[in-house]
């Protein structure tokens, strides 16, 4: 157990953006397998890319936002499952060092490990001698074929009847996995569902939620970091924000390099790149794509500075952070879709990676924390006033 000298955002960018053509050539292979390979995932290891979040004196790098979301838009920029499966276990592990020291220090104990996770409170934990005995099943469960402890969400029964918002604390071996990963896009990212069947939890591994997500928690050794003092809502949308961000980068980079030579078919045009639709096209695409940056760096600095001055944040901003995440979306998702639809009919083969970005950025878009429309509502309930209709804020 040791403090380090965390490599700045320049090295873990640089690293990111070397595992760029591995992850390209990975794309299909993850794809069809509905995982990433080990090779991937020793690349992520070895490049100290999955230490971001994991506490300094577990020999983490507690990297500010920014890093992280640089980082892991290159990352979704090389193939989005893995982007999004780094993010998951980024998040996931800087929810780990929320616990108590000594459930930290079993996490922790494993060089590399990987923590997943899961938001939605889809289980019932029971109060017992010593803890809760848990049921119940999480879906979109990103990541934990690979990973050894899960964060997850529940409640917990009251006597009174009503239920407290926790979150868990699980190592996979103690849940059973149900492989019903298929689906349209993000296939990569393993995101199973996993199901707790009277599951002893310990009180030690259980944390009240409501805390965590008001930034008022505070996580023994770790509470005194900048990273620590940040909320919980913020963090985890950045951080997803910048999946889809790579993924708009991924489209316009896919896009250009197979433009040179191409015609449009049933036209004059036996260069698509001297056609007018073609420049308007790529200039939209670009400037939306710029625009999602904006977004999501604007969210990763208001996450960094705060911190660092140790201010708390307004409902207001709280608000923004998540208009940001699905602003982010949106404007990567319309510029996806302008790229691909330019992209002709012989890119509905598998081999050509735009069909699968799209494929990929529409999934991402129906999330329920990255819904474009449910973020704009939040956001524009609190501007008129009223309060927000959700505790995830």
């Known amino acids: 157990m040791h403090d380090t000298n965390a490599p700045s955002r320049q090295e873990l960018l640089g690293r990111a953006t070397e595992l760029v053509p591995l992850l390209n050539k990975n794309a299909q292979w993850i794809e069809e397998n ?44 090389g193939d989005g499952s893995t982007g999004w499966t780094a993010a998951v276990w980024a998040i996931s592990s800087w929810m780990a060092g929320m616990f108590p020291d000594e459930v930290q220090e079993e996490v922790f104990a494993e060089p590399d490990v990987r923590v997943s996770g899961i938001l939605s409170p889809t289980a019932v934990g029971t109060p017992v001698d010593g803890g809760i005995t848990l049921n119940g099943k999480w879906g979109f469960n990103t990541g934990s074929l690979q990973s050894s402890w899960n964060t ?15 979150m868990v604390l699980i190592p996979l071996s103690e849940l059973t996995v149900v492989d019903d990963w298929h689906t349209a896009g993000m296939r990569g990212s393993g995101s199973v569902s996993t199901v707790a069947r009277d599951l002893f939890v310990p009180e030690q591994r259980v944390l009240s939620m409501p805390p965590v997500l008001a930034g008022t928690h505070q996580p023994g050794r770790n509470a005194a970091s900048p990273v620590y ?15 889809a961000l790579g993924l708009a980068r991924a489209a316009r980079e896919a896009f250009f390099q197979r433009l040179p030579g191409r015609k449009i078919s049933y036209t004059a045009y036996e ?42 944040w307004t409902l207001e901003e709280r608000a923004r952070a998540r208009l940001d995440l699905g602003a982010a979306t949106q404007r990567s998702k319309e510029a996806v879709g302008l790229l691909n639809s330019a992209s002709g009919g012989s890119s509905v083969y598998s081999t050509v990676p735009i069909q699968r970005i799209q494929r990929d950025v529409q999934t991402l878009t129906l999330h329920a924390i990255m819904h474009p429309a449910t973020n704009l509502e939040l956001y524009g309930r609190v501007l008129c006033g009223l309060d927000p209709n959700t505790h995830y804020i």
């Open 229 to 243: 003092k940040a909320p919980f809502m913020p963090t985890a949308c950045t951080t997803v924000a910048a999946v």
């Open 34 to 77: 509905r995982r990433l390979p080990e090779d991937v995932v020793t690349a992520l290891t070895d490049a100290g890319l999955l230490k971001m979040r994991v506490p300094r004196h577990f020999g983490g790098y507690e990297s500010p936002m920014r890093t992280v979301a640089g980082v892991i838009a290159e990352l979704a920029r």
């Open 152 to 166: 997850n969400a529940a409640v917990r029964a009251r006597p009174d009847g009503s239920f407290e918002p926790i």
């Open 271 to 312: 260069n698509q790149a001297e056609a007018p639709i073609t420049h308007l096209t790529t200039a939209d695409a670009v400037t939306r794509i710029d625009e999602a940056g904006f977004h999501v760096l604007r969210a990763a600095g208001m996450l960094d500075d705060k911190a660092a001055a140790g201010e708390a």
